[in-house]
């Protein structure tokens, strides 16, 4: 994540909540103990839900606002600030991975394929991987922050916030390369929220690291 990228967080790090949900039962097969790694924790939303669930639950998030907020809530998880990639764990370290609303924050093509990359190292074998973000939206409004984006970026998807945030929606095409190197295992699509609270459609996928 670029430092303009983590500045961003770190200045909203109190305003934003998040609201994609978790379903549990993709993760049914794992058990009590298993170790999840929650890429870009945020504010530790999803950690605890894990951690409540009995599994050992790791947050990790580049937005050191956004750990000292989830610090300060959740004292008794396992939150961490992390700098930069690759994270100081060991290969195969982690029975899943869950990524939600991350990829969104990752406009670019090579840091979402280096992010991936580093999340199938850090799965074992057979592991899962479970990512929640935003397809395409419909609607005129997003149709020409579209079309500004990909002048701007180059990349279909990508567009700026008026308070200086650039967010990407994704293609179904675009996630199936992103994540060709795992076997699809289930899919939906799911109705929240986008951070201004506007109703959105986002794609749920759980995939595993083969």
């Not at 994540?1 to 949900?21: G, R, T």
């Not at 870009?40 to 939303?45: F, L, P, T």
């Not at 991350?102 to 899962?128: F, K, N, S, Y």
């Not at 939906?188 to 459609?201: H, N």
Request: proline share 3%.
């Amino acid at each position: 994540m670029s430092d303009a990228a983590q500045a961003y967080w770190d200045a909203n790090a109190e305003a934003y909540s998040f609201a994609h949900p978790l379903e549990r039962a993709w993760l049914a097969e794992l058990p009590k103990g298993a170790r999840i790694l929650d890429y870009g924790c945020g504010y530790g939303r999803m950690t605890a839900e894990l951690a409540a669930a009995g599994w050992r639950a790791v947050g990790v998030d580049f937005s050191a606002g956004m750990i000292a907020r989830g610090r300060r809530a959740h004292p008794q998880l396992e939150l961490r600030h992390v700098a930069s990639l690759p994270l100081h764990e060991a290969d195969a370290a982690f029975d899943a991975a869950i990524v939600f609303a991350v990829l969104t924050c990752v406009p670019a093509d090579a840091d979402q394929r280096a992010l991936v990359a580093e999340l199938r190292r850090l799965i074992r074998p057979g592991g899962l991987l479970y990512i929640s973000d935003y397809l395409l939206q419909p609607g005129e409004r997003y149709a020409a922050r579209y079309e500004a984006g990909l002048a701007r970026h180059g990349v279909l998807g990508v567009w700026d916030r008026e308070d200086g945030g650039a967010f990407r929606h994704h293609t179904r095409e675009g996630l199936d390369a992103l994540l060709a190197d795992f076997e699809l295992v289930s899919e939906r699509e799911v109705e929240t929220v986008t951070l201004s609270g506007a109703s959105a459609t986002a794609i749920q996928r759980l995939a595993r690291r083969c």
